[in-house]
Protein backbone atom coordinates (compact mmCIF):
# COMPACT_ATOMS: atom_id res chain seq x y z
CA UNK A 1 0.00 0.00 0.00
CA UNK A 2 1.19 3.73 -1.32
CA UNK A 3 2.14 6.07 1.58
CA UNK A 4 2.83 9.72 1.26
CA UNK A 5 2.90 11.35 4.47
CA UNK A 6 3.76 15.11 4.26
CA UNK A 7 4.70 16.56 7.62
CA UNK A 8 6.32 20.35 8.65
CA UNK A 9 3.00 22.83 8.03
CA UNK A 10 2.31 25.87 10.11
CA UNK A 11 1.53 29.25 10.34
CA UNK A 12 4.60 32.08 9.28
CA UNK A 13 4.69 35.42 8.98
CA UNK A 14 5.17 37.16 5.59
CA UNK A 15 9.18 36.94 4.26
CA UNK A 16 9.24 33.92 6.32
CA UNK A 17 10.71 30.49 5.22
CA UNK A 18 9.03 26.74 6.06
CA UNK A 19 10.54 23.45 4.75
CA UNK A 20 7.98 20.74 4.44
CA UNK A 21 8.59 16.87 3.94
CA UNK A 22 7.09 14.04 2.45
CA UNK A 23 7.69 10.47 3.24
CA UNK A 24 6.99 7.70 0.96
CA UNK A 25 6.41 3.99 1.68
CA UNK A 26 5.47 1.33 -0.44
CA UNK A 27 6.57 1.78 -3.84
CA UNK A 28 9.71 1.90 -5.61
CA UNK A 29 10.60 5.97 -5.01
CA UNK A 30 13.06 6.19 -7.49
CA UNK A 31 10.71 5.34 -10.31
CA UNK A 32 8.48 8.24 -9.51
CA UNK A 33 8.41 12.02 -9.89
CA UNK A 34 7.28 13.61 -7.16
CA UNK A 35 5.29 16.92 -7.57
CA UNK A 36 4.16 19.35 -4.71
CA UNK A 37 0.99 20.87 -5.03
CA UNK A 38 -1.81 23.32 -3.34
CA UNK A 39 -5.04 24.16 -2.74
CA UNK A 40 -6.61 27.21 -1.67
CA UNK A 41 -10.05 27.78 -0.21
CA UNK A 42 -11.78 27.90 -3.35
CA UNK A 43 -9.61 27.48 -5.78
CA UNK A 44 -8.14 24.77 -7.87
CA UNK A 45 -5.19 22.59 -6.80
CA UNK A 46 -2.20 23.78 -8.25
CA UNK A 47 1.34 22.72 -8.90
CA UNK A 48 4.41 24.23 -7.11
CA UNK A 49 6.74 22.38 -8.95
CA UNK A 50 8.35 18.85 -8.93
CA UNK A 51 11.71 16.74 -9.22
CA UNK A 52 12.18 14.58 -11.79
CA UNK A 53 12.59 10.77 -11.39
CA UNK A 54 15.34 10.97 -14.03
CA UNK A 55 18.22 12.55 -11.91
CA UNK A 56 16.35 14.89 -10.35
CA UNK A 57 15.81 17.83 -12.17
CA UNK A 58 13.47 20.03 -11.14
CA UNK A 59 10.34 22.37 -12.36
CA UNK A 60 8.49 25.31 -11.33
CA UNK A 61 5.60 27.62 -12.54
CA UNK A 62 6.69 30.91 -12.60
CA UNK A 63 4.25 32.34 -9.88
CA UNK A 64 6.99 30.15 -7.32
CA UNK A 65 10.34 30.27 -9.20
CA UNK A 66 12.98 31.71 -7.15
CA UNK A 67 11.49 30.85 -3.67
CA UNK A 68 10.30 27.25 -3.17
CA UNK A 69 13.07 24.78 -3.80
CA UNK A 70 12.57 20.74 -4.15
CA UNK A 71 14.92 18.33 -3.34
CA UNK A 72 14.96 14.54 -3.07
CA UNK A 73 16.44 12.15 -0.89
CA UNK A 74 15.88 8.59 -2.55
CA UNK A 75 17.91 6.39 0.12
CA UNK A 76 15.23 7.68 2.54
CA UNK A 77 12.33 7.62 0.28
CA UNK A 78 12.31 11.37 0.92
CA UNK A 79 11.30 14.45 -0.64
CA UNK A 80 11.41 18.40 0.89
CA UNK A 81 9.77 21.38 -0.44
CA UNK A 82 12.13 24.24 1.22
CA UNK A 83 9.88 27.50 0.63
CA UNK A 84 11.23 30.93 1.33
CA UNK A 85 10.19 34.75 1.13
CA UNK A 86 6.79 33.63 1.56
CA UNK A 87 3.70 35.36 1.17
CA UNK A 88 0.24 35.52 1.77
CA UNK A 89 -1.25 34.14 -1.21
CA UNK A 90 0.86 31.03 -0.71
CA UNK A 91 -1.23 29.80 2.18
CA UNK A 92 -2.56 26.78 1.23
CA UNK A 93 -2.52 22.96 2.06
CA UNK A 94 0.37 21.62 0.56
CA UNK A 95 0.18 18.07 -1.14
CA UNK A 96 2.99 15.78 -2.43
CA UNK A 97 1.96 13.31 -5.05
CA UNK A 98 4.19 10.83 -7.14
CA UNK A 99 3.63 9.67 -10.95
CA UNK A 100 5.59 6.68 -12.25
CA UNK A 101 8.06 7.69 -15.11
CA UNK A 102 6.86 11.28 -16.21
CA UNK A 103 7.40 14.42 -15.80
CA UNK A 104 4.26 16.49 -15.20
CA UNK A 105 2.54 19.18 -13.53
CA UNK A 106 -0.68 18.21 -14.50
CA UNK A 107 -2.67 16.95 -10.86
CA UNK A 108 -4.74 14.47 -12.77
CA UNK A 109 -1.85 12.46 -13.95
CA UNK A 110 -0.35 11.91 -10.36
CA UNK A 111 -1.50 8.35 -9.25
CA UNK A 112 -0.69 9.17 -5.49
CA UNK A 113 -0.99 11.60 -2.46
CA UNK A 114 -0.70 13.01 0.47
CA UNK A 115 -3.01 13.59 3.06
CA UNK A 116 -1.94 17.84 2.74
CA UNK A 117 -0.24 20.12 5.11
CA UNK A 118 -1.73 23.62 5.97
CA UNK A 119 0.51 26.71 5.56
CA UNK A 120 -1.06 29.85 6.64
CA UNK A 121 1.46 32.66 5.99
CA UNK A 122 0.16 35.69 7.82
CA UNK A 123 0.76 39.54 6.97
Known amino acids: QVQLVESGGGLVQAGGSLRLSCAASGLTFSRYTMGWFRQAPGKERESVGY????????WYPDYVKGRLTISRDNAKNAVVLQMNSLKPEDTAVYYC????????????????WGQGTLVTVSS
Open 51 to 58: ISWTGGST
Open 97 to 112: AAVLRRDTATPAEYAY
